[in-house]
């Protein structure tokens, strides 16, 4: 998917059909919006940002 501007209507049938056939369950995460998030919360505080994690995640390439 090429970036561009789309609605969340749009944004999510394009996910839907990308995963579509797929045994779940399986979590997917966007790491563009997931680092426009992280940048823009860091630019918001003073303070060190902590993530936190489940040891046991797994995580398979598609």
């Known amino acids: 998917m090429t970036p561009q501007k789309v609605g ?3 944004l999510l049938e394009h996910w839907r059909s ?6 779940g369950p ?6 563009a919006a997931f680092d426009a998030n992280a940048a823009e919360l860091a630019g918001r505080s ?12 797994l995580c398979r390439a598609a």
């Open 18 to 23: 990308a995963f579509r056939g797929r045994a």
């Open 46 to 57: 003073s303070k060190p940002i902590r993530l936190a994690s489940k040891k046991h995640s």
């Open 8 to 10: 969340p209507c749009e």
């Open 26 to 31: 399986f979590a997917f995460v966007n790491l």
